[in-house]
Structures are given as C-alpha cells and as structure tokens.
C-alpha cells in the first residue's frame, strides 16, 4: 500500500472514536477503547474516524469507507496465488533456504509484513498510529486460528508493536524494510479511499528525512525501501539495485557487514 498526501490540507493527527457493533456485546469494544485511550460513543454515530467493534470484528470507518485487516481474506489469498508476493520476497532477499528476519519500520496495515511472513520470515512490524496497530494486533491473533494452516503459520511469525521506529535499535542481522507514506501531490479523486482515511489519522507528519537518516544508521546489510514507480529515491544514497512492479519499486540498499568504531570489529 502506498499512502499518498493530497492537495488538502491533512491536520494534526485525528484518534478515532470507539462505537461497538449494533446487537453485539460492547465488551470488546470498551476494552479497545481503554487500550487506545479513545472515546467510546454510544447511541448516534460522531462525525470522523470511527473503530467500529464487533464481537468478533473490527474495521475502521470514515465517509463511507470501511477499511479492514485480514489476513485470510479472498484478495490476500489472491495476492499469494497470483505471485505478486515474489518480487517483495527477491527484495527482502528470500530464498529457499534463507528466510531473513524482517524489521518493518512503516507497519501500516500490516499487508507487507504478512507478505514477508507468509513467505516464511518473523517479522517484527512497528507502527506508530495506535488504532492500526491495535487492528493489525487484532488480525494476527485472528489469523492465528484461521481455517487455513499456511495463515495460522505466517501469523506465528508476526510480532506487533505500538510506537515510533525512529525509538528502536534494529538487529543486526535483520533486513530493515521501509515503506514510507509518499508526499505526492495528485487530485483527491485519484488517491485511494482508505489512503485518504489513513492519512487523516496520521495528520500532517512530514519526517521521512528523519525516517531515512535512522534507516542508514542501523547496523544492517540490507535496506530495503518501497516506492512509487516513479518516485524519488529516499535519501542521497544510490541503490545496489532496484526491482520495479506494474506501479511501485523496490529500492535496494546493501552495505558491507556494520563496523563498531568503537571496537574496530564486525558485529
Ligand atoms: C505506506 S504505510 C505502510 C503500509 C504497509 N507497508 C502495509 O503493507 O500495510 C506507512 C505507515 O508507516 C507508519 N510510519 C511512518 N513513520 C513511522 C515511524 N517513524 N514509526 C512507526 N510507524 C511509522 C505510518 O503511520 C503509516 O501507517
């Protein structure tokens, strides 16, 4: 998924408020609500971002536009049969026999990571907006007992966490991913529905400098960073190498083992 800024302005950051599903149990739902520290509205639906809550179910909601984290849904196995996964696999490095650890620093809503994790890699994925996180929490415990065994499996690779990754030391020997929202200036009509929503739920963050500077200080070998097909490459660096789908690319960084100036050793 690629989040796209509009032309309108985004605003400070929106939190969702908390409605339980009409006729189920608002359990879940009040404890959703303590855990994002949001507003739970009963009665007549507010205006904005709602998490709508169900027994069993849980989707954002905004305008008229539901978005929802499945990992077991018919497009998520579609995505698997069709073989679009391949090209995120080759980027991250996955082979037969190697199936690198993942940092995905840019979580969103969990689609690459579950790509990654399908393919075989555990996956720690962070976000930084609580309600995504909280839904992509939701949707792994959720595939955790799905019907089908290659879900329950890539969901037991899945490790969720809430926060900012520009707090986080990455592992050495993991491949740090990057999927950054992209400050591209097209006509509303054109960006995507649930990007719109996303979006808004960010605000106006503009810190992908920011975001790029602590990716290149980590200790790994291999960045990998998505892009727009035609986007500017994050950063000043060059990419070893790049591999390009139908509308977004893969920009490759791979560097020599990190040196510890400290100890003058390869850690
Ligand atoms: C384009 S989306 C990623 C989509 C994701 N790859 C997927 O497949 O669903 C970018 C996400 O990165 C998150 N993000 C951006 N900077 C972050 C940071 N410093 N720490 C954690 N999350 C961050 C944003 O909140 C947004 O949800």
């Known amino acids: 998924m690629q989040i796209s800024m509009t032309d309108q302005p985004a605003g400070p950051p929106s939190r969702p408020t908390i409605q339980a599903v009409t006729g189920e149990s608002p359990a879940r739902a ?26 069993t179910d849980a989707w954002l909601e905004m305008d008229g536009t539901e978005v929802r984290v499945a990992f077991d849904s018919a497009s998520m196995r579609h995505r698997r049969r069709g073989g679009q996964n391949e090209l995120l696999g080759r980027a991250v490095g996955v082979k037969a026999e190697r199936k690198p650890l993942i940092w995905d620093a840019t979580g ?5 990571a579950f790509v990654l994790a399908d393919l075989g890699c ?15 929490n939701e949707a792994v415990n959720a595939a955790s007992v799905s019907a ?7 969901a037991a690779r899945m490790t969720v966490i809430t926060g900012d990754s520009l707090q986080t030391g990455v592992p050495p020997d993991a491949v740090l991913y990057v999927d950054p929202m992209f400050p591209e200036r097209k006509k509303a009509a054109a960006v995507k529905k649930d990007a719109v929503m996303l979006q808004r739920l960010a605000g106006t963050i503009d810190d992908v400098d920011q975001l790029w500077s602590w990716a ?52």
């Open 30 to 55: 009040r404890a959703a609500a303590r855990a994002l520290g949001s507003p739970l509205a009963e009665g007549r639906r507010p205006p904005g971002p709602l998490l709508m809550v169900g027994e």
């Open 108 to 112: 969103g809503l969990g689609r690459d």
């Open 122 to 136: 555990h996956v720690t994925l962070i976000e930084r907006i609580p309600v995504l996180a909280w839904l992509v």
């Open 148 to 154: 089908y065994q290659q879900v329950r499996e890539a």
């Open 216 to 267: 290149w200080a980590q200790p790994v070998e291999r960045i990998v960073v998505k892009r727009p097909l035609r986007a500017p490459v994050l950063g000043s660096q060059r990419p070893s190498h790049t591999l390009s789908g139908k509308s977004v690319r893969f920009d490759v960084f791979v560097r020599p083992r990190h040196v510890d100036p400290a100890v003058g050793t390869e850690v």
